[in-house]
């Protein structure tokens, strides 16, 4: 039989629940009017404690143990929380996804972690029915909210109180798989990931150490997993309205009235949220007293995002840009004083965008730009080698305690994804960059969207971020047409609302020649809306747009 454990930074949890019981630990609406502000209700440390320990004796007796794969799909809710918490109370494994990436990718990802339990909302049982072969190793099932008459248990019946005691458990070992999250598959197929009882415990300490060490008093919670670690630091976590798969829809007005209503300190968003906050806390000239700290994260946000939020806040609070991925969050960060002190100066001549330094533990490094597998670091070493003409640009790769070693799914995704150099295993995160004298990461795009010219190679957000200040663009997206080593090279541009098309594309097309980089850029399209990532609406979709332009060229040609 296996031994009963949990991961064992519950503990920091269990602590704020018996030194302050009545503390806020969620604060979630509870009814959200169609104009007017939503309204809330709370659940503190105590009840939140109980309840997730209802959960996991419940789940105990239904048998998900230390190692079950549990797929979890309900919205961000108190119901959430209370179940990750208690699974992670006994170890259990959850699996979590993007449904926003379609069915049937859905359910074929969900397919292949062959998960042995299943939580989720009415609609996504009603999956697990309709594709009952895909999830046939599923022996217990719970529903939240209204069971259609699939059978299984439901969370509600459960109540919030124990009906016994909970049995004794040992931490788990650190090497042991705590959670399986997909990427979001918007550059290429999602990928299961394998976080550790260890990785999950270093991003606990490496968010409190973004901090300064700071208690983060009350959060804005736009990400479902910041939320957790938040918790184990005592926080009170504050939802506002949002779909996941649509956060870039998210009432502005809503977040406004979260922060102040609440006395949020710190928060963490994604572009897709803070661009139309910024717009917002423009158009009624409203501060944001409350807010020591803004992290952004899911793609880089725009450096007059960053200096406009400044303004709203007060002298001293920071605005950080963070760089993370499912495998490895956080792996960077910078505070805007840094990166407003010319750094963004260099980021329009083409140096990319400074994405600061590696969080506490990590540690980066540049490899060769290949496609090719690099299973030790001495194929990266002889890789690197063999001339290129990248101008010092390469893939940069991390390893650290809150780094991801081993992908569950597909297997060989290790071999394309991981560098061993003995026992320590390298993360290659698939992005382009260069690492200056002072040890900052450079980011110049994702290598599988660089293009391969008959003059060599271009970086998408190297080249994007020299076009991006040109007035009435909101923003760019490089994509190369043709086969690779002749592509030519396409500036997809997304227009601010108004702005004159005819004048934006003149002025980009006198924008190009200055400089080597973008002299090869000759055609410019005119896109109204780019399509972007499901998770965090921000990262732009340069696959789709290189299809779309490719058809755009042929037409214009036929014409």
Known sequence: MRTATYWQAIDRFREVAQADPARDAVIFPAHVPDSGTPEYRTLSYRELDRWSDTIAERLTASGVVAGTRTIVLVLPSAELYAIMLGLLKIGAVPVVIDPGMGLRKMVHCLRAVEAEAFIGIPQAHAVRVLFRRSFRRVRASVTVGRRWGWGGDSLADWGR?????????????PGEVLLIAFTTGSTGPAKAVELTHGNLAAMVDQVHAARDGVAPETSLITLPLVGILDLLLGARCVLPPLIPSKVGSTDPAHVVDAINRFGVRTMFASPAVLIPLLRELRRQSTQLPTLDSVFSGGAPVPHWCIAGLREALHDEARVYAGYGSTEALPMSTIESRELLDGLVERTRRGEGICIGRPSEGVEARIVAITDDPLPTWDDAALCANEPNSSRGVGELVVAGPNVSTRYYWPDKANAAGKIAEGARIWHRTGDLAWIDELGRIWFCGRKSQRLETASGPMFTVQVEQMFNSVTGVARTALVGVGKAGAQRPVLCVEPEPGADTAAVVSALRSEAPGSELTAAVDDFLIHPAFPVDIRHN??????????????????????
Do not use: C, F
């Open 161 to 173: 109180e124990q009906g016994g005691d909970q049995p004794d458990r040992a931490p788990a070992d």
């Open 538 to 559: 921000a990262k732009i979709g340069r696959e789709k747009l290189a299809v779309w332009a490719a058809k755009q060229l042929r037409g214009s040609s036929a014409r």
